[in-house]
Nanobody, 121 residues
């Protein structure tokens, strides 16, 4: 079992930056594919980014603005977000699994509770 706890969300102005963290416990993240998803108000949860064995993937909407990284020594996953816009407002959740960098939520085994990001215009 892997427990995931996100932090770092908050209110930011458009054009600003935030770094989200996801601390894992129970197992080492090194053994898993890891990812970030988000759910905007009234919308389905959607894929944002993933790291599968050192290869990173991003949804087109965040390419060039977001960076996913992990620190294996700290057993922590990060999402550095830049040039934020109101369209990035959502609850961001980290996930871990073993089925690759899937954009399908059903392919991920472990989820954090989410951290809210609000971008004001």
């Amino acid at each position: 079992q892997v427990q995931l706890v996100e932090s770092g969300g908050g209110l930011v102005q458009a054009g600003g930056s935030l770094r989200l963290s996801c601390v894992a416990s129970g197992r080492t993240l090194r053994d898993y594919d890891v990812g970030w998803f988000r759910q905007a108000p009234g919308k389905e949860r959607e894929f944002v980014a993933a790291d599968s064995w050192g290869t990173t993937y991003y949804t087109d909407a965040v390419k060039g603005r977001f960076i996913i990284t992990r620190d294996n020594a700290k057993n922590t996953l990060y999402l550095q977000m830049g040039s934020l816009g109101p369209e990035d407002t959502a609850v961001y959740s980290c996930a871990a699994g073993t089925r690759g960098a899937s954009f399908l939520t059903s392919d991920w085994s472990y989820w954090g509770q989410g951290t809210r990001v609000t971008v004001s215009s």
